[in-house]
C-alpha cells in the first residue's frame, strides 16, 4: 500500500473541504478569457454579421454589434455614429478587437456632394472632415484601457441596378463617390493610425465581378452576402491580430 507524502495529503484534504466549487473554479483558471470583438457599423453590422462572425470564431470569441443605421463618419447628417448610444456602450465594452465599417452613408450624394445642408462644426468639405473624424474614431478606441486593434474595413460595394428604379440614380452616384473617393481615404487612415489594420471588404465582396444577389436592395446584403463578408473578417482575425498570452 503506497501512502501519499503529508504535503499532498494536506492539499488534497484541504480542497476536500473546500468543496466541488474549489476544484471548478481552479479548473476555470485555466481556461482562457474569449477575446472581446466590437463591431461597428451601420446597418450592415447592425442587422448583419455579427452573430454570424461569432459562431464562426467558436468559444474563443464573443463578438457583439455596436452599430446604429444611417451612421456615418462626417457629422451633420441624420446619425453621426460617435454621437450614438452605440458608441457609447461600445467604449464601455472593453474590446480587444474592433471592427469599424462606415462609409456607405457618407457617400450619399446629399452629404458628400454637399446637395443639402449640415450642422457641423468642421471647417472643410466632407472629405476632409471624413478623414478626420475617422482618425479621431481610431485615436478614441486605441485610447480605451483595453487597447483594442482595429481594423478598418472598406464596405462592401453598391448595385444599383438592384435597387427600385426610382433610387437608381441616386445609389449610382452613392457608388461612385464610396470606390472614387470614399474608399481611398479609408486606405489612407488605415495606413497613417497607428495599431489600425486594413481589411478590403469591398475588394473581396467584388472579386469575379461580385453580385447584386447578395444583397437585398443593392446596399444592404442578405444572409449569403453576409457568410461571405465574415470570411473575410474571419480571415483577417486569424491572419492579422497578434495578442500577448493571457
Same mark, same amino acid.
Given at each position: ?49 455579427? $452573430? ?37 456602450? *461600445? ?5 480587444? %478587437? %474592433? ?7 457618407? $457617400?450619399?450624394? *446629399? ?24 482618425? @479621431? ?7 480605451? !484601457? ?22 437608381? @440614380? !441616386? ?16 486606405? @489612407? ?9 486594413? %481589411?478590403? %471588404?469591398?475588394?473581396?465582396?467584388? +472579386?469575379?465581378?461580385?453580385? +447584386? ?21 474571419? +480571415? $483577417? ?10
Amino acid at each position: 500500500m503506497h501512502l501519499l507524502p503529508p504535503f499532498l495529503f494536506l492539499i488534497f484534504a484541504a480542497l476536500l473541504l473546500a468543496g466541488p466549487s474549489a476544484l471548478a473554479s481552479t479548473a476555470e483558471d485555466d481556461t482562457p478569457s474569449p477575446r472581446r470583438l466590437a463591431c461597428a457599423g451601420d446597418s450592415n453590422t447592425n442587422k448583419g454579421y455579427p $452573430a454570424m462572425l461569432q459562431s464562426m470564431l467558436g468559444d474563443g470569441w464573443t463578438a457583439d454589434a455596436y452599430a446604429a443605421g444611417a451612421a456615418t463618419v462626417i457629422d451633420g447628417t441624420l446619425r453621426p455614429y460617435r454621437r450614438t448610444d452605440e458608441y457609447r456602450s *461600445l467604449l464601455a465594452s472593453s474590446p480587444n %478587437v %474592433v471592427i469599424v465599417m462606415l462609409g456607405t452613408n457618407d $457617400a450619399r450624394p *446629399l452629404y458628400w456632394d454637399e446637395l443639402g445642408e449640415r450642422d457641423t462644426g468642421f471647417e472643410g468639405n466632407p472629405s476632409q472632415e471624413f478623414r478626420h473624424g475617422y482618425l @479621431e474614431l481610431i485615436r478614441e478606441l486605441r485610447g480605451l !484601457d483595453s487597447g483594442p486593434e482595429v481594423l478598418v474595413t472598406t464596405p462592401p460595394p453598391i448595385y444599383p441596378e438592384k435597387a427600385a428604379e426610382k433610387r437608381r @440614380e !441616386d445609389l449610382a452616384r452613392r457608388r461612385d463617390n464610396l470606390v472614387g473617393q470614399v474608399i481611398p481615404l479609408i486606405r @489612407e487612415v488605415a495606413a497613417e493610425a497607428e495599431g489600425a489594420t486594413l %481589411v478590403d %471588404v469591398h475588394g473581396h465582396m467584388s +472579386a469575379s465581378g461580385g453580385s +447584386a444577389d447578395l444583397t437585398h436592395d443593392g446596399v444592404h446584403y442578405n444572409g449569403a452576402g453576409y457568410r461571405k463578408m465574415c470570411g473575410v473578417f474571419e +480571415a $483577417a482575425l486569424i491572419a492579422d491580430i497578434e495578442f500577448p498570452d493571457n
